[in-house]
């Protein structure tokens, strides 16, 4: 003897509508707290001088330089894995 205990909800255009605003507006405020947390955290630091500045711009180009060419070097053994599957036939 379950007793039926849900009410009915009701929907109004209304409702949805300013619903669906403050959900916007939610949105809003959390992709401008991602952007600001991203940029704290991937945005270089500042130089305290020149020397300081040029040096980070020095490693920074070296990272790339590296990251790039690792990358490369990878790539070269997962083609000469794939190949070298096709040449045992």
């Known amino acids: 003897m379950a007793m039926n205990t ?5 929907y109004s255009i209304e409702g949805i509508r300013e619903r669906r605003l403050a959900k916007r507006e939610e ?3 959390s992709k401008g707290r991602m952007q600001d947390l991203t940029q704290q955290l991937f945005a270089p630091q500042q130089g305290k001088n020149k020397i ?11 990272a790339a330089y590296d990251g790039l060419m690792t990358g490369i070097k990878i790539l070269r053994r997962v083609r000469g894995f794939f190949a070298g599957k096709k040449n045992k036939r």
């Open 27 to 29: 949105l809003k405020l």
């Open 52 to 62: 300081d500045s040029l040096m980070q711009q020095v490693n920074m180009g070296i």
């Open 6 to 10: 849900e009410q009915q909800v009701s």
